[in-house]
């Protein structure tokens, strides 16, 4: 076979491969996007039937939370960014986590900061990461919250690196170890409160 046309069929077929893995990505990227948007819904129609009411006005972010085989779904309402994506916020604080069971997405969890979940399906092997643990091997995605809906802003693999690297002088933060069901503090705490339990008031107002 003539050389040239032996390189040329090598190159277009890396060059078929290339594009079909590039639009695999893209296709992979677009599902993503939709079910963390489904997610979200699902959500946010579970916290207004358990409570009563919508979720709060003060949340506005959303992060999804989708391992790699998509067994389960974590969503974490917060209120400013929590650092993985740029800067964290510095009035940062985690409002509501949701905890979605795959492939039939059931709301399995609704969980505030440092209390007991408010939702619980019994004995079901959910998805759930819990309070300040996110998975290792999946993808993050985040949404902004404009005029009462979430609208998806950007996606990346997920990697406390992101955080570490965003928000250096934030290492050596001290971290909280009073018990999830602690309860809150007098609004504002007194400085002798804040002293007995540095990183605490940060992370449950």
């Known amino acids: ?55 709060s006005t003060k949340a506005d972010r959303a992060y999804v939370y989708a391992d790699n085989n998509l067994k389960g779904i974590s969503v974490i ?29 059931e709301v399995v969890v609704l969980d505030r900061p440092m209390y007991n979940p408010i939702f619980y399906a019994p004995g079901a092997d959910y998805f759930y990461f819990g309070k300040g643990s996110k998975p290792t091997h999946s993808m993050e995605l985040w949404y902004s919250r404009e005029l009462g809906r979430f609208y998806f802003v950007s996606m990346q693999r997920f990697s406390m690196g992101n955080y570490y690297r965003n928000n ?15 309860p809150q503090p007098a609004t504002p705490p007194t400085p002798a409160w804040i002293k007995k339990h540095p990183g605490c008031y940060s992370e449950i107002q």
Not at 98 to 103: A, G, Q, Y
Request: glycine content about 10%; aromatic content about 6%; some cysteine.
């Open 168 to 182: 250096p002088k934030l290492n050596n933060k001290p971290r909280c170890s009073l018990p999830r069901n602690t």
């Open 1 to 55: 076979m003539n050389m040239r046309l032996l390189a040329a069929l090598v190159f277009g077929l890396i060059s078929l491969s290339a594009g079909t893995s590039q639009q695999a990505k893209l296709v992979h990227a677009h599902e993503l996007r939709s079910l963390g948007g489904r997610a979200i819904g699902l959500c946010l129609e579970k916290i207004k039937h358990v409570t009563d009411k919508p979720l």
């Open 77 to 105: 309402f917060t209120h400013g960014g929590w650092g993985t994506f740029g800067k964290r916020s510095t009035d940062y604080y985690e409002v509501m986590g949701c905890s979605i069971l795959r492939p039939s997405m």
